[in-house]
Nanobody, 115 residues
Framework: QVQLVESGGGLVQAGGSLRLSCAAS????????MGWSRQAPGKEPDVVAG???????NYADSVKGRFTISRDNAKNTLYLQMNSLKPEDTAVYYC?????????WGQGTQVTVSS
């Protein structure tokens, strides 16, 4: 059974940095497409970043140049390095993994950026 557990969220001032982690079990991260999404209160979920099994990355325009998605195959963990954070980045961040026709989600981690 695939399980994803996020960590690393918190409260940070605008301009600060956070690194989110997503520890995977029941599968191997390097053979799956994975990504991060976020949902702010009262808003629809947004795709933030993705990384394919082949290592190709993509980002939402709103985070390009500030966020970096990566994975550590030895730790079977996905990361999201977030720099130059803005108040509009405040949201619950979820990691996800696609395997075949199935998509798995973690429980989410709250990121709050104060102005």
């Amino acid at each position: 059974q695939v399980q994803l557990v996020e960590s690393g969220g918190g409260l940070v001032q605008a301009g600060g940095s956070l690194r989110l982690s997503c520890a995977a079990s029941g599968t191997i991260v390097r053979v799956n497409d994975m990504g991060w999404s976020r949902q702010a209160p009262g808003k629809e979920p947004d795709v933030v970043a993705g990384i394919s099994a082949g290592g190709v990355t993509n980002y939402a325009d709103s985070v390009k140049g500030r966020f970096t998605i990566s994975r550590d195959n030895a730790k079977n963990t996905l990361y999201l390095q977030m720099n130059s954070l803005k108040p509009e980045d405040t949201a619950v961040y979820y990691c996800n993994l696609r395997r075949g026709l199935s998509k798995y989600w973690g429980q989410g981690t709250q990121v709050t950026v104060s102005s």
